[in-house]
């Protein structure tokens, strides 16, 4: 059975860091894209970062772009995404996805809706 788990979450003050990990398993394919998606109240669920396990260049929104870095682990089947130089408006519940045979970029822009997600991990910015 797939399974997806979000790790790592907490609390920083602004321009602190932090890394969140997302664990898989149980994915029916070695070729997919995982992407961190991000949610804060009030508004709808925004692509951050993505990137496929067969290569090729990662998929950052503008939001992402300079702070945030997104890797893959595939001995370990986490994917990770470093966040640096946090913002309050950063705030809000990071989810971890999977698309099966999705490109980066495809993944980010949207195309299709991701296969699996996980249940997220809370990030809270403040001072």
């Known amino acids: 059975q797939e399974q997806i788990a979000e790790s790592g979450g907490g609390s920083v003050q602004p321009g602190g860091s932090l890394r969140i990990s997302c664990r898989t398993s149980?994915?029916?394919?070695?070729?997919?894209?995982i992407g961190w998606f991000r949610q804060v109240p009030g508004k709808g669920r925004e692509p951050l970062a993505c990137?496929?396990?067969?290569?090729?260049?990662?998929f950052y929104n503008n939001a992402a772009k300079g702070r945030f870095t997104i890797s893959i682990d595939s001995a370990k089947s986490t994917a990770y995404l470093q966040m640096d130089n946090l913002k309050v408006e950063d705030t809000g519940v990071y989810s971890c996805?999977?698309?099966?045979?999705?490109?980066?970029?495809?993944?980010?822009?949207?195309?299709?809706?991701?296969?699996?997600w996980g249940q997220g991990t809370q990030v809270a910015v403040s001072s």
């Open positions: 990137l496929s396990t067969q290569g090729g260049s990662p």
């Open positions: 149980g994915i029916p394919t070695e070729a997919y894209s």
């Open positions: 996805a999977v698309e099966r045979l999705a490109t980066a970029q495809a993944m980010g822009l949207g195309r299709d809706e991701p296969d699996y």
